[in-house]
């Protein structure tokens, strides 16, 4: 029997992509009379609106209909979880690009044009833009929680040594290729139908019709492919399609809605930067024995989700170690800036980095490799493996993992050899570090950890396959159809994937928190073998077997020395009025957390790797690049290593472009001056380590009941990424010959790494006998 998953299989629109002919939401065909949509965004950051004049928008020609928030027919709030979120803006501007006005024209061209002559007068209020401002006024889009295990405050004050200290970690914009998009189309009876780019189409097919006060049924909403989500379009897709649906409802013609990339950027949320405070104790070791940390993400102006982002920072505040006193406090701060929203980690890697950071400022506090700290705290496999939630961890390998990387990488000869030359360079400094990843798979939010799937036969074998999962470039939907062919003994090409719909599939939750494989490939292998158990009656009866006898293998059922090619069985099940459709269902078992509590099990099981990365800097210009880069990620038993190899490389770049070069930067005013690839800047290929090598861990199946024992690998290689910003750490350390704690906040760019090395200069220049002893 030839096995179809586990197989290296190129993603199913590779050569799509490389010919330029995949179809995203731009590339359909423009049905006949469709109308464009532009917005006019707020030009202060908070404020009143005391008049909105549209008679010059509407006076333009080619202009067909203008609205308001008073134009909305039904609820205009589309807030995903906690109210918050009008598609329009309504009596109050909360951050400056806020949308106030949409309009549609007969082109696009006309559409932007008319948004320029929208005239909205204002009562300017002050401001909050930062988050110690927010934490200031106690300016809140979620209540605080706090999160505990021990007696924090006691173990530190007992301990040998103490550190206290402030980190900043910037957000991060999504920059997908495809901005967020949306077409609708009216149909019968009020319907509409949404062409929509979005992570989570039954949200979006939801607050849709609460737009247009409409059943949900109502609203059918379908998405082939995005050009990438990265969490940007688990949410915030909804605005545009409400919009474009709302049009449509109006004029019935169709609308399509599409941002430019200034308009984008401005006008949607991103990653949660964070202001972190820590109060850390230790013994001489390293040890920690009690940690107290405040992990304050802003959220910006409304909820969104930033209190699942903050939780999930403060789940992981522990990174990889075991905290025997603990206290997390997680601060959900509210700003007048863009809400901020799902991406990559989901907070996961805020409160990772964090931490690691913590341990690196021990282990130089001691003149200690931080790497042997790192050692002395991961988390063990039969003791000290409880969470400051309470989950017991039973699946940690690092104990296994990281001496194995330790050794591929050669790091210990090579960190004596990165001294040597520190010692004998003036000018170029190298860094290096290490570090451990454990990372959480399932939604903290308990009841998401469900999928469905549709597979349907046709009488002559052919098999065409839906789910919930959206494909964003990941290779979600070649990694389902993988599953399918391997329970019905096919040939991945058998399979035909089909875009995700909602009037196909209801209720579905989001392609998100790295669950699409682990939920939609349940879904759909649950599906796929109540589809086999029928055939194998059919073919049992034909072959005078038991059903439990019939094998499917390679495109043919066989049984008691008997074999027939699965169309002919599926022919003659389709002759017997044998239905050959099935819904598949997946619920995660085991899960729960109480919030009164802080505690429970939200994490079905843990991804575990590590990376070790080499920094280059000049320390006269602050410029650097990364020499080399060794990464060994655990995928379980991987449904397809070509996918998560270029899953683990690519997340691995994009948590490095996060670190060390992704500024965002609002002004005293509250605008966003990085809205553009002119000003912000994002990793390529030139960025990427010159010697990078990728590992997968082999022969290590999830022991929890995943699909064919393979392991989530969407978000957890992005924490790789943390190793490259400590190594550029590491070598401003070199500058003082590490007798100096270096501060260095993310990103770190290079004008920050510059600084960083000044300000180390200062103090040794300073007092250095003091700065000897620390």
Request: proline content about 6%; hydrophobic content about 40%.
């Amino acid at each position: 029997m030839t096995r179809v998953v586990a197989k290296p299989l190129k993603h199913d629109s590779a050569a799509k992509h490389v010919a330029g002919s995949a179809r995203y939401i731009d590339d359909l065909a423009e049905p006949e009379g469709c109308l464009h949509g532009a917005l006019h965004m707020a030009s202060i950051a908070h404020g009143r609106i005391k008049s909105i004049d549209l008679s010059a928008a509407r006076a333009l020609p080619g202009v067909v209909d203008v609205i308001t928030v008073a134009d909305v027919p039904g609820d205009p709030d589309i807030a995903p979880v906690f109210p918050g979120d009008p598609v329009l803006a309504q009596e109050t501007i909360q951050f400056h690009g806020q949308p106030v006005a949409a309009i549609v024209a007969r082109d696009l061209h006309t559409a932007r044009a008319a948004a320029r002559l929208v005239k909205v007068e204002y009562e300017e209020l002050p401001p909050l833009l930062s988050v110690a401002e927010a934490i200031e006024h106690q300016a809140w889009v979620g209540e605080p929680l706090t999160m505990r295990q021990g007696d924090a405050v006691a173990a530190i004050a007992a301990a040998p040594h103490r550190l206290t200290g402030e980190l900043n970690l910037g957000g991060q914009d999504h920059f997908y290729l495809e901005g967020q998009i949306s077409m609708a189309q009216p149909s019968e009876d009020g319907d509409v139908h949404v062409w929509c780019s979005t992570q989570h189409p039954s949200e979006v097919q939801k607050l849709v019709a609460r737009v247009l006060a409409r059943p949900i049924h109502a609203v059918a909403v379908e998405c082939r492919r995005m050009g990438g989500g990265f969490g940007g379009k688990e949410t915030q897709a909804a605005q545009f399609a409400s919009l474009a649906a709302i049009f449509a409802t109006r004029t019935k013609r169709p609308v399509k809605f599409r941002l430019d990339r200034d308009e984008d950027m401005i006008a949607t949320g991103k990653r949660h930067d964070f202001l972190v405070r820590y109060d850390v104790g230790f013994d001489d070791e390293g040890r920690i024995l009690g940690y107290d940390v405040t992990l304050a993400g802003r959220g910006g102006s409304s909820p969104d989700l930033t209190n699942a982002v903050v939780d999930r920072a403060m789940f992981h505040a522990d990174s990889s170690y075991f905290l025997p006193d603990v206290r997390i406090t997680g601060l959900r701060c509210k700003t007048n800036t863009v809400s901020n929203t799902a991406f990559r980690g989901f907070g996961g890697p805020q409160g990772m980095a964090a931490t690691e950071y913590v341990i690196d400022q021990i282990a130089r506090y001691l003149k200690r490799d931080a790497l042997d700290v790192r050692l002395l705290n991961l988390y063990g496999t039969t003791e000290r493996n409880v969470t400051p939630y309470g989950q017991t961890i039973r699946d940690n390998i690092l104990p296994d993992l990281l001496p194995e990387l330790i050794e591929s990488s050669d790091y210990r000869r090579r960190r004596a050899e990165i001294d040597a030359f520190n010692a004998a360079s003036p000018y170029l400094k190298k860094g290096l570090a290490i570090v451990p990843v454990k990372f959480g798979i399932s939604f903290t939010t308990s009841f998401l950890n469900q999928a469905g799937a549709l597979v349907l036969i046709y009488e002559d074998g052919s098999v065409q396959l839906n789910h919930g999962g959206t494909e964003m470039g990941q290779g979600l939907y070649i990694k389902v159809a993988q599953v399918v062919a391997e329970v019905l003994g096919l040939k991945p090409e058998a399979i035909r994937i089909t875009a995700t719909r909602t009037d196909k599939v209801p209720n579905t939750s989001a392609t998100a928190a790295s669950s699409g494989a682990d939920l939609n490939g349940k879904a759909a292998e649950d599906a796929a073998l109540i589809l086999r158990g029928r055939l194998a009656e059919v073919a049992a009866a034909k072959f005078g077997v038991p059903a439990e006898a019939v094998v499917f293998a390679d495109g043919m059922v066989s049984g008691g020395g008997q074999s027939l090619p699965f169309a002919e069985i599926a022919h003659h099940a389709y002759l017997q009025r044998v239905p050959l459709s099935a819904n598949g269902f997946y619920a995660t078992p085991g899960l729960s957390f109480d919030r009164k509590t802080a505690s429970g099990t939200p994490f079905y099981y843990f991804a575990y790797g590590a990376a070790v990365t080499e920094a280059l800097i000049d320390t006269l210009t602050g410029e650097y690049r990364f020499p080399r880069a060794d990464l060994l990620h655990d995928c379980g038993t991987s449904l397809n290593p070509a996918i998560d190899r270029g899953q683990v490389e690519g997340g691995y770049l994009q948590g490095l472009g996060w670190l060390t070069m992704e500024e965002l930067w609002w002004d005293e005013k509250g605008r966003l001056r990085t809205h553009a690839p002119s000003t912000y800047k994002i990793p390529t290929a030139r960025d990427l380590p010159s010697d990078f090598r990728v590992q997968l861990v082999s022969g290590r199946a999830n022991p929890a009941d995943t699909i064919f024992r393979s392991k989530a690998v969407g978000e957890p290689p992005f924490l790789l990424g943390v190793s490259a910003w400590l190594a550029l750490k590491d070598a401003v350390a070199a500058v003082g010959d590490h007798r100096v704690l270096p501060d260095l906040d993310a990103p770190a760019t290079p004008e920050r790494v510059l600084l960083a090395v000044e300000a180390l200069r200062g103090k040794l220049a300073a007092k250095p006998e003091q700065a000897a002893a620390k």
